[in-house]
């Protein structure tokens, strides 16, 4: 069974641009969530995916998006990149069929915006 | 809305010592509730969860966690720190129905040999 992975693992961007993260989620998991994780915090639920559609979002703006594809994998979009948004994005994928909502998190994916 | 409270954000035990990390919750409605440890420049690996049933619950590593419904409390107990057992812990909710996931602040264990 495949864990899930992310990529990449760490990236530097200028304030301004955009970023795309991606996630795949581990076999057989149909939902995937994200979550900010700044220095010395605990990680901040962005949105969740399940089944292609974007299904809960915590409060952050509309410039950070989402996609799910068919195969349950998934993308973080953040455009006009703040410094604020330095931090460690971590990709959780659980199955809502069996009810569980035990999430399993990806390595993550460090951010740093200059 | 749902929140988590993690008191003290770093605790030091002895090897062999007694590990006791608190957590208290907020949910207007019945709660899933879960306790992760990180190591550094990783993801977070599930300890243990509480959804229904048994409120003593035990996890790996020899953890274990009481969920007190009448103390809103989750706090992660276990017997004898070994020094494997140095990390960042946080405890989370998930209220029944929601798919929002809220996260404490953490608490860094160190083990002193």
Known sequence: ETGVTQSPTHLIKTRGQQVTLRCSSQSGHNTVSWYQQALGQGPQFIFQYYREEENGRGNFPPRFSGLQFPNYSSELNVNALELDDSALYLCASSTRDRGSYEQYFGPGTRLTVT | ?113
């Open chain 2, 1 to 113: 809305a749902q929140s988590v409270t993690q008191l003290g954000s770093h605790v030091s035990v002895s090897e062999g010592a007694l590990v006791l990390l608190r957590c208290n919750y907020s949910s207007s409605v019945p709660p899933y509730l879960f306790w992760y440890v990180q190591y550094p420049n990783q993801g977070l690996q599930l300890l243990l969860k509480y959804t229904t049933g048994a409120t003593l619950v035990k996890g790996i590593n020899g953890f274990e966690a009481e969920f007190k419904k009448s103390e809103t409390s989750f706090h992660l107990t276990k017997p004898s720190a070994h020094m494997s057992d140095a990390a960042e812990y946080f405890c989370a909710v998930r209220p029944e129905g929601y798919q929002k996931v809220t996260f404490g602040t953490g608490t860094k264990l160190q083990v002193i040999p």
